[in-house]
């Protein structure tokens, strides 16, 4: 009752809709969450994300399980997320992830998920990494390893947002670097990352780990602009 009372003068709001939460609903009413847009790329092989890759890099599977539209709820979490610094958001989209891909096994039998990194730089004026926030949801609910500190983003780029599909490949050209290479063979590895675009910020990743023996690459990532 006492905590009725208190949500009386001092809602929670849901960031997505922006109306207060009913009783047991956090972080995200249940409204937003199930209206968001869900691709089922995970279904399809040869999805427009998977096509994007094809010539590029080989990877084991590809997907995104949300549709990302400019203005809609989607884009609302996921700004809350990163730059409002609403982790819960990132650890709830990654369980949501999970419970979506759970049927797909080219997903869900990965050994292990690796968030995409940021620069230590940007990660210590961010305070978390927003891709670490759902691999680690994911990781919870498929109890899987996560692992965050061997991939490693070794060059400050600049934000992606406004750059061209060629000007996104060359500032993402040899960007990243792996530690411990011997723990990844004959490892399935499950890169995942908050929204995916043109895939040079993946496949500048995917390449840290080529060469090594029996290791297979799949990425996930929460959302991708309807093609």
């Known amino acids: ?6 949500k009386l003068f001092f809602p929670d709001n849901c960031p997505g809709c922006g109306h207060s939460f009913l009783r047991g609903e956090k972080y995200v009413c249940l409204q937003c969450l199930y209206g968001l847009h869900k691709t089922q790329y995970h279904n399809d092989p040869e999805n427009p994300i998977a096509k994007n890759f094809w010539g590029k890099t080989d990877f084991g599977a590809v997907t995104a399980v949300y549709f990302f539209q400019k203005g809609q709820v989607l884009q609302r979490l996921l700004h809350q997320l990163k730059y409002n610094g609403c982790k819960e958001i990132g650890i709830m989209l990654g369980r949501q992830m999970a419970m979506e ?48 500190e061997t991939l490693k ?56 780990f080529s060469g090594i023996s029996g290791c297979k690459i799949s990425m996930a990532s929460v959302a991708a602009p309807h093609r």
């Open 1 to 6: 009752m006492i905590n009725d009372f208190f």
């Open 101 to 148: 891909l759970f049927q797909a096994s080219a997903f869900r039998n990965a050994d292990i998920i690796i968030p995409v990194p940021l620069h230590p730089g940007k990660l210590l004026q961010r305070g978390f990494n927003q891709s670490e926030m759902i691999a680690l949801g994911m990781a919870e609910y498929w109890e899987k390893e996560v692992h965050t």
């Open 153 to 208: 983003r070794k060059k400050y780029t600049q934000s992606q947002t406004h750059k061209a599909r060629y000007e996104r490949f060359e500032n993402t050209e040899s960007v990243f670097e792996l530690d411990n290479i011997k723990s990844y063979e004959d490892k399935h590895v499950l890169l995942v990352d908050d929204v995916i675009s043109t895939g040079s910020t993946i496949i500048s990743c995917a390449e840290a």
